[in-house]
């Protein structure tokens, strides 16, 4: 197992997510601004399996979406210098979902900036168990700073 770079406690100094809502365990590597990897461990407990499905729980492919893009929000929002507090989703592109994930795996988590123009990143990402895809494809968002969401 990865050493760990970064808590879920410690995440929490970078993305607004808590529970039920925080899908990361830790990050093991990370260059801020540019890619990182981390992991959830999927357990039995976790409070979507008893609906999806009872008797047969498969963790539902948005949470494995929602986990990469909350690596992303940290990756880019550790950034030295970063004003911005809050990455949202302004797109998904190719995303297959390619195994089914069950309680007592390790979701492997790796995004990877394509390009970044301004506040808008495009990154490619992959969630895999033992190596083996689970989901995958592109996703955009926009870091958003504080004074940017006001209605003032």
């Known amino acids: 197992m990865a050493d760990v770079m970064m808590t ?4 929490k100094e970078h993305i607004p ?3 039920p809502f925080l899908f990361i365990d ?13 992991y959830k461990m ?5 409070w ?3 609906g999806h499905f009872p008797g047969e729980p498969i963790l539902p492919g948005v949470i494995m979406v929602e986990a990469l893009a909350q690596l992303a929000a940290v990756c880019f929002l550790a950034e030295e210098g970063q004003e911005a507090d809050l990455g949202v989703f302004t797109g998904l592109d190719g995303i297959k979902f390619r195994r089914l994930v069950q309680p007592g ?3 492997d988590l790796r995004i990877e900036k394509e390009r970044q123009r301004g506040p808008f990143v ?3 990402a992959r969630a895999s168990v033992d190596d083996e895809t689970a989901v995958q494809g592109s996703m955009s968002f926009s870091l958003l700073a504080g004074d940017e969401r006001d209605d003032d």
């Open 48 to 50: 979507f399996f008893p």
């Open 105 to 107: 795996e390790r979701l």
């Open 122 to 124: 495009r990154v490619t």
């Open 26 to 38: 830790a990050v093991t590597e990370m260059e801020a601004g540019e890619w990182a990897e981390g």
């Open 17 to 19: 997510h808590r529970y």
């Open 8 to 11: 879920s406690e410690q995440l």
């Open 42 to 46: 999927v357990t039995a407990n976790e």
